[in-house]
């Protein structure tokens, strides 16, 4: 077994490889302890509660070391936990409203899937907290991601692409839909 200083000092691709090939949960538990932080963040934005973030990222974890084999290395391995950490989140609080039966009641028709250029950033940052947390927790799961990522976790377009394995301009256009909505929903709330 190699000494924890030596395999601290190695990079995460690195690191996963190891992992992979021997099983290794010492090993592992240094890349929990790299990432835990960061994924337990990510998951209190899906959350109702810091608890459910945590039991979130336990199972999220748990899956990572099931499906670690699957990194290809096409992406640094932070992006990719970030997608994998996503997606699981999303899946969850979609079994979560399937479960519970909860449906909001949102005008649905007046949610447009057309292309409006009008909504700026700046104005998305402009609504109020509660009242745009409210509308984040109605829209659908994936809106939520991709606005999440882009404006808490300020990904790039380009970071963005890689993350959800889809072009720019889908990028762009999933962004614009998701700002389209959220606004809407916003506007609707009381």
Known sequence: MQSTKSTNQLSDEVLVERIVKTNDTHLFSQLYDRY???VYNKCLGFSKSKEEAQDLTHDIFIQLFIKLRTFKGNSKFSTWLYSF????????VQRDKHKKNEKRIV???NISDEIDDGISDEFLFQLKAEKLKRAMD???PSDKMILMLKYQDDMSIKELQ????IGASAVKMRLKRAKEKVVNIYENLE
Do not use: G, M, P, R
Request: glycine letters at 0%; charged letters at 25%.
């Open 36 to 38: 835990a932080k960061v």
């Open 85 to 92: 950490t996503y997606n699981f989140c999303v899946n969850y």
């Open 107 to 109: 005008d649905e028709s």
């Open 138 to 140: 109605i829209i659908d």
């Open 162 to 165: 890689e993350a959800l394995q």
